[in-house]
């Protein structure tokens, strides 16, 4: 019961926000450019409460999976010809094209610009991140049997781009190879001097279908816990020593420290970086439940950064343009079926994350709130007739031709568009579900 009340809780706090945040985009816009708001509400259908304050009603509505704004006159245009009547000044068909315009974008603005604050304050408060994330993408791991040993990449290889993307980080590296499992793709890499193509297939990994290729840069070890009384204590290792070298050779933080399980009782040199020295530890592992222990606790490396003002939004705006950039990217391959559909969050993940977040704490849950803000922003501006996009669109075209589109032709657009909201909405939702049956899609043919 608790982390069902935890789920309507987060769910609430995340959805309630965004959409206020859009819907306030419009309303802002509306009463910028003297448009009479008749109506404020967070959600669909009939109204279950609020409260009227001059011209608008600000509402609850019984459906909680959006919310909009109404404005006065909205749908004068739909009237027929002997039903023609002059609009007040105070009405939206009354406004010219850019001013409506203003309004139907500043709804997306407002969610792009809530993810852009956010991130600056996360980064004003400080973020800690795995250190290799932010490096060139050299590689300093490869998992045996993986799609790179398999393509023979080399340990100290650099990967320029991928399918003609320029690979600046490991973290573009990562969210490039993600959003394409079980899929062929071209990476640019630097050996030495030389430059040259290597064709990888791609694993698939996780129900979201992550793409997987068994490759990383170098991570480090870091000692988070030494327990009193054991080898690794009596040799003088401490918690925030940093491990750069096992018995002269690199040790990755995926290789799980196998040597020091199979050396019980064999002597082991420890090269460790202590607040910026350098030194040696000689630690015999003790047998413990049939392996050797040095008794640590362990994590890969981190770096903590905190950033000015200034700074924190340079940062934030980097950021969100490159996650903004990812998304684009990830529509155009979903639709030439380079990408897969189950990476595609609906509602229902959308409520799981959002308790995970909510379980992660403060700062966890305003970057969530920021991610999800971004996406929605971006997706609004889509050309489908039901979204915001898709008025910008008509707009656009009737700024082209000179010419308000006839209501009838509005009307049918409205119709399509809906249409395709509603496929749309059913398709994430069934995704959604069929993403935890045993077989995915497959599931559902129930005569195979």
Known sequence: MGAVLGTIFAFAIVFGILVFIHEFGHFFAAKLVKIRVEVFSWGYGKRIFGVKKGDTDYRVSILPMGGYVRFAGEEAGQEAPKEKRELRPDEYLAKNRFQRFLVMVMGSLMNILLAVVLLAVINMAGVTVLEYLEQEPVIGWIEAGSPAESANLKIGDEILSINERKTETWNDVILSIGTKPNRLIDLEVKRGQDIFTVQLMTESKTKYERGYAGVSGTILNKVIRVFPGSPAEKAGMKAG?????????????????????????????????????????HITPRLEEGVGKIGIEREAKTVFKRYGFFSAFGQSIKGNTKLAFLLVNYVRDLLTGEASAKQVGG??????????AFQMGFFAMLSFIAFVSLQLGIINLFPIPVFDGGQILVLALEGIFRRDFSPRVKHIVMQIGFAIFVFLLAFLILNDVVRNLPNGWESLLFWK
């Open 347 to 356: 509602p229902i993940a959308i409520v799981n994350f959002s308790y995970s």
């Open 241 to 281: 020593d940093v491990i750069l070298a096992l018995n002269g050779g690199p040790v990755h933080y995926f290789d799980k420290l196998e040597i020091i399980e199979k050396s019980p009782g064999i002597e082991l040199e420890f090269l460790i970086d202590r607040e910026g020295e350098s030194l040696i530890l």
